[in-house]
T-cell receptor, first 112, second 117 residues
């Protein structure tokens, strides 16, 4: 069964600090991995996509990494801002399937 | 934001009553999905559609039915609402390219908060 596990479940940091969120997956065959950001009361929005051949990709202060051998991904947030407070969801797509597999998300709270 | 509208945004209903949630898109995307989101469970797939009148079950489909008579509309019906169906419901759409896998990103609506009393 395809699974996506995220850690930590929740995280509280001070504004300006960095943090790293983790995603481990057992999805086969692997197609791609996306990180979504979900603000309170809104639907998730895609931050970045990682394909098999990509190791690192940045989107502003967000940097995602992928290790396809160990089936792990991370999302690093640099110089956090209050607006980074949200849930971050890791979603893995399987080749030839309509249905991606969702992690349960990491809830990030950034305090001033 | 992608052109996805969910209605209603909030609904309170009583146990045993039927409820229909609507998802309308203006993107002409082929794939549409209904998810529910609950604390501790994340987003779970209820039903999805891969074309007009083509639908299939997700992991938590019991007690739900769907219909898609037009590309732009995907309806979710709770046949007889129960308190366990109190949740936030999200519609999503995607446009697949290539070999048919979900290589494209999902665009989500703003959600419907449903309370079953």
């Amino acid at each position: 069964k395809n699974q996506v596990e995220q850690s930590p479940q929740s995280l509280i940091i001070l504004e300006g600090k960095n943090c790293t969120l983790q995603c481990n997956y057992t999805v086969s065959p692997f197609s791609n991995l996306r990180w979504y950001k979900q603000d309170t009361g809104r639907g998730p929005v895609s931050l970045t996509i990682m394909t098999f051949s990509e190791n690192t990709k940045s989107n502003g202060r967000y940097t995602a990494t992928l290790d396809a051998d160990t089936k792990q991904s991370s999302l690093h947030i640099t110089a956090s801002q209050l607006s980074d407070s949200a849930s971050y969801i890791c979603v893995v797509a399987s080749g030839g399937s309509y249905i991606p597999t969702f992690g349960r998300g990491t809830s990030l709270i950034v305090h001033p | 934001d992608a052109g996805i509208t969910q209605s209603p945004r909030h609904k309170v209903t009583e146990t045993g009553t039927p409820v229909t949630l609507r998802c309308h898109q203006t993107e002409n995307h082929r794939y549409m999905y209904w998810y529910r989101q609950d604390p501790g469970h994340g987003l779970r797939l209820i039903h999805y559609s891969y074309g007009v009148k083509d639908t299939d079950k997700g992991e938590v489909s019991d007690g739900y039915s769907v219909s898609r008579s037009k590309t732009e509309d995907f309806l979710l019906t709770l046949e007889s609402a129960t308190s366990s169906q109190t949740s936030v419901y999200f519609c999503a759409i995607s446009e697949s390219k290539g070999t048919g896998g979900t290589n494209e990103k999902l665009f989500f609506g703003s959600g419907t908060q449903l309370s079953v009393l």
